[in-house]
């Protein structure tokens, strides 16, 4: 049976399962490599299961790579040598000399003698000798995945085209430099939201920023050249002081949508509440942002039942909003991300 690994949050294993049945019924997990890290039999091919959530991406499964080729290995340097071995037998053929290429590994062995870095940069340099295709690390059109688990030692490799792959990053692992202005680790989450849904702000656009404290948020949305009107009954950063592109109301989102609210290109939401409150409140904005507009909020969701709660949750966000997208991203914790466009009115 085909095989692939599948990354997740170490806590959605079973949502990830569940995605898993309900895109083919025979597949199943068939071992727990590290904690969110599952070797899987799919049931279908590669192509055509990988496909499926290519067309409907999946929330809680945040990457998804073939296994095509197993090698046994020894825990010592001497493992490079069998892994040049397999990829001159096995992908040289199947890589298109076309496409820009990269190797993506990862190593869930604590202690091994070799780094992602070294693995990455000896097959790279064999594959483009070999076959001349252009590397490219930022960009590939396709990657072969190396992914290095032990109890046995064994390298899981495959060749697949980026797209479907769920996400361009080795297991969906998303970092971003740390900025010494950073206000929050929140700002992460929007920083790989904005990348994940694809969202173009507009040019000096009008943003509002529900839930705003510290100001992590608001911060990246200045520097992207919006406007920000922080709504956040706790206080906002003394560093965003004194910028005239943000006017900070110190309320509540509900105090404020009783205070004749304007107009918005974007309404972003990570408050801390119940996902489903925290829809209603999104539902009532709606009629506050323009028709080409955008929403971003975060769930909350809670330890238990994720699965009902979500369904509700959605259900609420629909009386106003097309879901565009949502995914439990890398810089997500117990929450996930939804992209919004408002229904037509
Ligand atoms: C996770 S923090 C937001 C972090 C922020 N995105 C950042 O990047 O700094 C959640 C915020 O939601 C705010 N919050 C909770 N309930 C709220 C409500 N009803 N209206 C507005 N803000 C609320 C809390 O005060 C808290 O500051």
Redesign the pocket.
């Known amino acids: 049976m085909p095989q692939a690994i599948l990354t997740c949050d170490p806590d959605s294993v079973d949502l990830a399962r569940h995605e898993l049945k309900e895109a083919a019924a025979n597949a199943h997990i068939e071992e727990i490599l590290s904690p969110g890290v599952l070797l899987v039999e799919l049931g279908d091919s590669f192509w055509e299961f990988a496909e499926k959530w290519h067309q409907q991406p999946p929330i809680f499964v945040r990457h998804l790579c073939p296994v095509q080729v197993t090698v046994s290995l020894h825990s010592n340097p001497q493992d490079l040598d069998d892994l040049l071995q397999a990829v001159a037998v096995e992908f040289n053929e199947l890589i298109d000399p076309e496409l820009s290429f990269s190797v993506q590994t990862r190593i869930l062995t604590k202690d091994y003698p070799l780094k992602p870095f070294d693995v990455n940069t000896a097959l790279a340099n064999l594959i483009h000798e070999s076959t001349d295709a252009p590397l490219d690390v930022r960009k590939p059109l396709q990657i072969l995945s190396v992914v290095v688990a032990q109890n046995p030692p064994v390298a899981y490799l495959g060749l697949s085209p980026t797209l479907l792959n769920i996400s361009d990053w080795a297991g969906g692992m998303r970092r971003f430099m740390h900025e010494d202005e950073q ?2 680790r ?2 992460f989450k929007l920083l790989e939201a904005l990348e994940v849904f694809k969202i173009e702000l507009p040019v000096r656009g009008l943003a509002l920023d ?8 608001t911060r990246i949305l200045r520097q992207k050249e919006q406007y920000v009107t922080a ?4 206080r906002l950063d003394i560093r965003l002081k004194g910028d005239d592109g943000i006017r900070y109301l110190r309320m ?3 105090a404020y949508l009783k205070d004749e609210p304007d107009f918005y290109d974007l309404i972003v939401n ?4 119940d996902a489903r409150d925290s829809a209603r409140i999104m539902v009532s904005y709606a009629t506050f942002l323009y028709p080409h507009g955008a929403g971003l909020m975060t769930l909350k969701l809670p330890e238990e039942d994720r699965q009902p709660v979500l369904k509700q949750t959605f259900d609420i966000l629909r009386k106003a909003y097309v879901i565009a997208g949502a995914r439990q991203l890398f810089h997500n914790r117990s929450e996930i991300t939804v992209y919004l466009k408002p229904t037509k009115r």
Request: glycine share 14%; charged share 15%; no cysteine.
């Open positions: 206000i929050s929140a700002e529900l839930g705003a404290a510290p100001g992590g948020w709504i956040d009954p706790a509540t989102a509900q990570d408050m801390r509440m």
